[in-house]
């Protein structure tokens, strides 16, 4: 049996057909063009999930079914995408049945974090657990949450928003309307923002001329890169956003006590040197501080395929 497993984005449209081993077999990608008209992305969506199934050598007959891990707000048992404030026309849109005309499968729906949390769940770094979490740093900081192997959705559907529980009252502005959230200390957009002002503090820092020999922007990477050179503006970045990260995933497993939390996104492609502070500072805060046995925070193992495999079982969940 094989599925479709659907990842859009605001620049890529990304599908792959993945088998019962959770192996991808077949992929295709499209430019998004998110400034479109809600029918024309779904009519993108479509073209590219024929193309997938092209080149896994089989027919549309040969798939179950169909997941699609979408940005923004979702009901899953409706199928409908409330809101998606980067899309035209993603308003209480009726996205499963649009795609269903299209391509005459069932289709499957969630929030794109809650489908890579799933992901990772299923084939990625909580495979064999039964309480997982993960967090994903990228643009903004998202999260799935799942508990007894079901995805936590709450009352709203908006269950896993874990970028906005606050670290500082009245701290950074944020993109949701609060001031101090996770997502405005922890988020790739925020690190570069703090690795800019240490710049801009530091006229002597290595950091401009890794800048310069980049393009001229800096990037999630440069406060490492820094690091990694001794330069001293760029440890101390590197440094505090390591404590924002770990403040905020400390909040996190004194609430749910998952039995693992993943870290994804660009940033955690640093890995140990990410995670080994991370870990350190939450095993020296954590309420259960006392009680624990073992590290249980790691980085996810899935990339960017975490979200396509995790979409293509949502049948799993939902059906």
Known sequence: MYRLGIDLGGTNIAVAVVDEEYKIVGRAKVKTEAHRPAEQICDSIAFAAKEAVKAANLTIDDIASAGIGTPGSVIPSEGIVTYANNFTGFNNLP??????????????????????????YLAGAGVGTKDFIAVTLGTGVGGGIIVDGKMLLGCNFAGGELGHIVLHMDGEPCTCGRRGC??????ATALIRQTERAMAENKDSIMWKLVEKSGGKVSGRTAWDGMRKGDKAATEVV????????????????????????????????????????NKIVR???????????????????GNDAGIIGAAFLDKLYK
Do not use: H, W
């Open 95 to 120: 996205l499963c049945a649009m795609l269903k005309e299209r391509l005459g499968i069932d289709i499957y729906i969630d929030n794109d974090a809650n489908a890579a949390a799933y992901g990772e």
């Open 182 to 187: 996770f997502e405005a200390y922890a988020s």
């Open 239 to 278: 440094d505090n956003y390591c404590r924002y990260l770990a403040e905020g995933v400390c909040n996190i497993m004194n609430i749910f006590q998952p039995d693992l939390l993943c870290i994804g996104g660009g940033i955690s492609a640093e890995k140990d040197n990410l995670i080994v502070p991370v």
């Open 284 to 302: 020296e805060n954590i309420y259960t501080k006392n009680t624990e046995t073992k590290d249980r925070i790691c980085v996810a193992k899935l």
